[in-house]
Structures are given as structure tokens and as C-alpha cells.
């Protein structure tokens, strides 16, 4: 494995660095207070090419592999975990849903539009009663005819309002067989198709979460992805790739919260010296990079994984779990080191902390991917 950075992925660090300081960084905090989404910096970054980073160029995408996508996400984080979220479940979510299982007709006429961010993409698994429990959702498709009807709810959507398009997998057979259930396309219009509650968050608050709401949505039999039956199955394939991209937010949020708290470590002054020559402070700091890279170099190899079409389940699970954890342990850090400043909404460090968190939640929470990769190494 070599991970030395490529052309294209040095030239996406520039790129995003760029981006960063001019349409992202002078308004963050404001986003971050209003919970505002802040759809025209995803129609810029769609212009950029990193709304479809994985999207072959025949359908108006990048074209490029996991490498460049995690890099990408990780200097996206490093900026704002809200801006990273958002790119990374529109990229690895809805379009990858669509890449990896639409039929030509269908990648036809939703990739170009999401590759370009002309449309803002959705994907809905989670239920209010089923987290973690996604076989026992109680939304459900039933036939009728040459269309389907949908009814029922999904929570915790990024996107569910401001998407123009969204993947939805729901129950088409009894509950808990992970063959009934299955994926559809559903476009913002059709009736009976709403956004419902949006969420107060504690941390990322300018990626847009709400409600999904189906009250007899009927849509045609064409917007089925895959087969009758496949949902669950694509859904858990979608999210192998899903959780690398949340390895690579989680990097971007520990790197940004590491190197605040280096440069604030040598500026700030106690006892006559800058804190950095204190060896509690230089201590914290050399964990803080030792569990970067390390959650660096799994997360890296997930992707390579990933680029060769290999098995990549337990792989994306252990980078997605300890990426996650190191980010929440390295912005606590952060905070620390920062002592009171770390508390105020002056520095960038407390925004950090509280975006973090969410790394160890959503795509499956650290108790999943641990269940996830003892499932995997017992069965080996």
C-alpha cells in the first residue's frame, strides 16, 4: 500500500484550502448559530467537482478514487464538520445508492444532476423506532399495479428538506427478513412526499436534518433501485463506503481541533512561557497525533480496500469506529488545552467538540461497528 499523496489529491488539499478561507470560514459560525444550510457553498463545491467525486465522467462526475474522496472530506472537515457531513452523504449515499445499484436509465437522469449539485441528494434508512434496528422500520411500499405507495416516516435525514431527490429503502415484506425490504427513488414534488421536523442539534448544525414523510406516495414501478427484496442488502453495502467517509470526517474535525490547539499552545504564555514547553501540554499533543495518524493509516487503507473492489466491511468499520473515537478524544483534548477560551464560541476548538460527537453516532454507532467486527473476525 503506498499513500503517498497523488497529483489529483494534492491538488484537492489546494482546492479545498482555497475554497475554504474565501466561502466557508467567514461564515461558519454564523451557519452553525442559525442552523442554516447553506445550499449555494454545495452549488459552488458542485462546480469544483467534489459533489460527485466518485461519479465516472460519463455521467458528469470526478471520476476519481476513494483517495481523493477521503482526502477531499478530510480537508472539508478540517474546516467544518457541518460542510463535510453534507458533502460526504450526498456523495456516498444518495449518489453512491444510485451509482452502485440504478439501472443505465436511472443513472442516466439523476447522476449528472447530483454529480454538478444541480440537485442536493437524500438517502433515508432510519426510522424514529429503529436506530440501529433498521430491519425493523415500519415504513412501507405496497403494490398496486405498475406503482408502489408509500407510507410512513424517516428521521434523521441530512438534506430532508433542501434535497431535491431522495433514496429511501422501506418495507415490502415482513418485518425483521432483511429480503422485505427494498429501495426507491422518490423526487421532491410527488405527492405525499413532505419534510417534517427539522432537528435542534448539539453539533453539526448547518448540515440540514430533518423528517421524511410518506402519506400514500404513490410512485411509479421505474423508481425501484435493484430489485424487489434488495434494499437492505444494497443499504449495508452503501454504508461499507458510507463509514469510510466518516473515518475521513472524523479525521478532518481531529486534525482541525489539533492544529488549533498547537498553534494556541505555542502563543499562549503562563509562568513566563508558552504552554507548548510544559510537558502536560506537549504530552497531550503527542497523543493527539499519534491517534491521527494511526486512525489515518486505517482509514487509508479502507480506501485502498475500496479502490481494488475488495472485501471491505470489517476494514470500513474498524477506521469508522476508531477515526470517530480519536476525533471525540482529540477535540476534548483541544478544549483542555485551550482551558477557558476552549469554552467559548471565540475559538474555533469548542465547535469541534461538539461536531464530533456526531462521528461516533450516525452510519452506525461505535457499538455497531464493534458488533460489526467481532461478527466478522469470529466468522473468519
Not at 448547518?206 to 406516495?217: G, H, K, P, Q, V
Not at 491517534?291 to 474498524?318: C, H, P, Q, W, Y
Request: glycine share 12%; hydrophobic share 40%.
Amino acid at each position: 500500500m503506498n499513500f503517498a499523496q497523488n497529483e489529483n489529491q494534492k491538488m484537492i488539499v489546494d482546492m479545498v484550502r482555497d475554497f475554504g478561507k474565501t466561502n466557508i470560514k467567514p461564515k461558519l459560525m454564523e451557519w452553525d448559530e442559525s442552523q442554516e444550510f447553506p445550499v449555494e457553498v454545495f452549488k459552488k463545491l458542485g462546480e469544483l467537482g467534489l459533489m460527485g467525486v466518485l461519479v465516472p465522467t460519463e455521467y458528469g462526475g470526478s471520476g476519481f478514487s476513494y483517495f481523493e474522496y477521503v482526502t477531499a472530506i478530510l480537508e472539508l472537515g478540517r474546516i467544518c464538520g457541518s460542510i463535510g457531513l453534507s458533502m460526504a452523504a450526498h456523495n456516498s449515499l444518495c449518489t453512491g445508492h444510485i451509482l452502485q445499484f440504478g439501472n443505465e436509465e436511472q443513472k442516466k437522469k439523476y447522476l449528472p444532476k447530483l454529480a454538478t449539485a444541480e440537485w442536493i441528494g437524500a438517502w433515508g434508512l432510519t426510522e424514529t423506532g429503529t436506530g440501529s434496528d433498521a430491519g425493523g422500520m415500519n415504513t412501507t411500499a405496497v403494490k398496486d399495479g405498475d406503482h408502489w405507495i408509500l407510507n410512513g416516516s424517516k428521521n434523521f435525514i441530512t438534506h430532508g428538506k433542501s434535497g431535491n431527490v431522495a433514496v429511501v429503502i422501506v418495507r415490502t415484506g415482513e418485518k425483521g427478513d432483511s429480503h422485505g425490504m427494498t429501495a426507491f427513488v422518490v423526487e421532491k414534488g410527488v405527492e405525499g412526499f413532505s419534510a417534517g421536523k427539522k432537528e435542534n442539534k448539539l453539533g453539526m448544525r448547518a448540515s440540514e436534518t430533518t423528517e421524511l414523510i410518506f402519506d400514500n406516495c404513490r410512485i411509479h414501478e421505474s423508481q425501484m433501485l435493484g430489485q424487489e427484496g434488495q434494499g437492505f442488502i444494497q443499504a449495508m453495502k452503501v454504508l461499507d463506503g458510507g463509514r469510510i467517509s466518516i473515518a475521513a470526517l472524523s479525521l478532518g474535525i481531529a486534525h482541525g481541533a489539533y492544529d488549533a490547539s498547537l498553534q494556541y499552545s505555542k502563543e499562549r504564555e503562563q509562568f513566563g512561557k508558552p504552554i507548548s514547553k510544559f510537558q502536560a501540554i506537549g504530552f497531550k499533543l503527542a497523543d493527539m497525533i499519534t491517534e491521527i495518524e494511526a486512525a489515518e493509516l486505517l482509514t487509508f487503507k479502507a480506501a485502498d480496500l475500496k479502490n481494488r473492489g475488495e472485501e471491505v466491511t470489517t476494514a470500513s468499520a474498524i477506521a469508522k469506529y476508531y477515526a470517530s473515537e480519536v476525533a471525540v478524544r482529540v477535540s476534548t483534548e483541544a478544549v483542555q488545552i485551550h482551558g477557558g477560551y476552549g469554552y467559548t464560541k471565540d475559538f474555533p476548538v469548542e465547535k469541534y467538540y461538539r461536531d464530533s460527537k456526531l462521528c461516533t453516532i450516525g452510519e452506525g454507532t461505535s457499538e455497531i461497528q464493534k458488533l460489526v467486527i467481532a461478527r466478522n473476525i469470529l466468522r473468519a
